[in-house]
């Protein structure tokens, strides 16, 4: 008899149903001993390394019964344990910001591809912003640090067996900037089928019948990788205490000096092990990870975890007021003690996916930000939003390429120009996906200063120096086209119909 996710739902547990699981886990042992054994050699080693990972994850999905919180028992956090980043920042420029930042690591997540944008290879290669890549902005952004403050930052990169290869090539061309950097990877873990929860893989290969076997098992997993890469005690050695960890994608998330400096001014018996910078939510953010209390403790709640019932309470924005933007500062010492005691206990995420041929499976998956239940004196800070601008669509790439942002020593700042601080809602449709059809639909990125909304759709295209004010819509029907001319400009103006300039 097979065992189904159907079985392991509800609370209870026959004893039946702990034989069938039982027996299951046992069958999986089996399954990935065959896996190791049909390549041997230095693949093995390291797969065996990081099927010791799947295997824990998968007795717990195994051992799960029923929600992982409890609705009742959430509370909001109390205040002193949400801290407002402005009263931070009053505290003025510390002394010692060298030393501070000497015993600071920068780590980002780059395990993911640009496929959602159309493009091949790491999405950390993708230009951005004056024809420089997330990962140019990023060791530009350090080596400012370490040649403003003569300090010595390194950037650790955690890549996926995805970006690993391509972003290894790339790295050559930092040789010679003031910014030491290191790689490691996340762990290969096989997809199982949804229905006999076991590996689809026939060996390990990556390729052939094998390439859509296996997946990176989400970014919870930088405290299991970061520690058996041996990096972590690498630079504990040298004196590094924290590190800031963020997605690759969000041009926001640069190091703050001020947040850097509440943290190393702790008493050391009153030391924050871990500091998740949250924002306030806006209507666009309802399905983001929101800090609540649950029993005496900060936690993460991510909306896989919320009952069915409460969705729509947890989307409130009344209720639930900010959101993980998954900025992260970590002690390195209490990462290394919860390795080693093994009580990093992070909610398992089961994301199904539906591979090209029909067949369902199933990710199991974890997330960084899950582990702040873990930590000692575990904090959120209330950041701008300025420090959340995530690149996950052309509709976000077409505000950091345009007028709105200035860039300097890889940082992106609002410009001055602009009358109001926040930014606009620009929604691009699907003639806009991929990256190079977006370049090409734009002769130059349009003025943006005074844009409030810009909504636009079908076959479109803008001229030069175009210039897009208040509410813009412009939508062109199946079969027609609309090209905006040179120098428009456009100030709560609805484009619709066909308007095709034509060289003659």
């Given at each position: ?179 030491k950097i290191h790689t490691f990877n996340q762990s290969r873990y096989p997809r199982i089928n949804k229905e006999s929860l076991l590996p689809i893989a026939s060996d390990l290969g990556m390729k052939g019948a094998n390439a859509d076997a296996w997946y990176p098992p989400g970014h919870g997993d930088i405290y299991a990788s970061f520690h058996n890469s041996g990096l972590l005690d690498t630079l504990l050695a040298q004196g590094k205490e924290y590190v800031f960890v963020s997605n690759i994608d969000n041009l926001g998330a640069t190091v703050d000096l001020s947040i850097l400096h509440h943290l190393m001014s702790q008493p050391a018996s009153r030391r924050c ?232």
């Amino acid at each position: 008899m097979s065992l189904t996710v159907a079985d392991l739902a509800g609370p209870g547990m026959t004893e039946f149903q702990e034989q069938l699981r039982q027996q299951h886990e046992k069958t999986m042992h089996e399954e990935l001993e065959k896996l190791l054994q049909s390549s041997p050699g230095p693949e093995a080693q390291i797969s065996k390394k990081d099927f010791e990972g799947f295997r824990c994850i998968f007795h717990r999905f195994l051992q799960r019964k029923g929600p992982s919180v409890e609705w009742s028992k959430i509370q909001r956090p109390p205040e002193d344990l949400i801290l407002s980043y402005e009263k931070i920042k009053a505290q003025g420029r510390p002394e010692g910001i060298t030393s501070s930042l000497n015993k600071l690591v920068v780590l980002k997540l780059n395990g993911g591809l640009g496929t959602s944008m159309g493009c091949k290879g790491p999405k950390s290669l993708i230009s951005v912003s004056n024809d420089n890549t997330f990962l140019d902005l990023t060791v530009q952004q350090i080596e400012h640090l370490n040649k403003t403050f003569n300090a010595d930052v390194p950037l650790v990169l955690m890549n996926s067996f995805n970006t690993d290869e391509d972003t290894k090539k790339i790295l050559q061309k930092y040789t010679h900037h003031r910014v030491k950097i290191h790689t490691f990877n996340q762990s290969r873990y096989p997809r199982i089928n949804k229905e006999s929860l076991l590996p689809i893989a026939s060996d390990l290969g990556m390729k052939g019948a094998n390439a859509d076997a296996w997946y990176p098992p989400g970014h919870g997993d930088i405290y299991a990788s970061f520690h058996n890469s041996g990096l972590l005690d690498t630079l504990l050695a040298q004196g590094k205490e924290y590190v800031f960890v963020s997605n690759i994608d969000n041009l926001g998330a640069t190091v703050d000096l001020s947040i850097l400096h509440h943290l190393m001014s702790q008493p050391a018996s009153r030391r924050c092990e871990f500091i998740m910078e949250v924002t306030n939510k806006t209507r666009s953010d309802v399905k983001g990870g929101t800090l609540i209390q649950y029993e005496d403790h900060l936690r993460l709640l991510e909306i896989a975890q919320v009952p069915k019932d409460h969705v729509d309470e947890f989307k409130s924005v009344t209720k639930f007021k900010i959101f993980n933007t998954n900025n992260l500062w970590i002690s390195l010492p209490a990462i290394k003690r919860l390795q080693q005691q093994n009580t990093l206990d992070l909610e398992i995420i089961v994301n199904p996916k539906s591979l090209d041929g029909g067949l369902n499976v199933i990710q199991l998956e974890t997330a960084v930000g899950a582990a702040i239940k873990c930590f000692d004196n575990a904090l959120g800070v209330n950041v701008p939003r300025s420090r959340f601008l995530p690149v996950k669509t052309s509709s976000d790439l077409l505000l950091v390429m345009s007028n709105l942002y200035s860039l300097e020593a890889g940082s992106l700042t609002m410009s001055k120009k602009r009358e109001f601080p926040s930014t606009p809602h620009v929604k691009l449709g699907s003639s806009f996906t991929k990256v190079q059809d977006f370049l090409k639909r734009f002769e130059n990125i349009p003025d943006m200063l005074e844009l409030d909304h810009l909504t636009v759709s079908g076959d479109v295209t803008f001229g030069k120096n175009v210039s897009l004010k208040g509410t813009v819509i412009i939508i062109a029907n199946h079969g027609d086209r609309i090209d905006i001319p040179a120098g428009a400009v456009l100030e709560n103006k609805i484009v619709s119909g066909n308007l095709r300039i034509l060289d003659h």
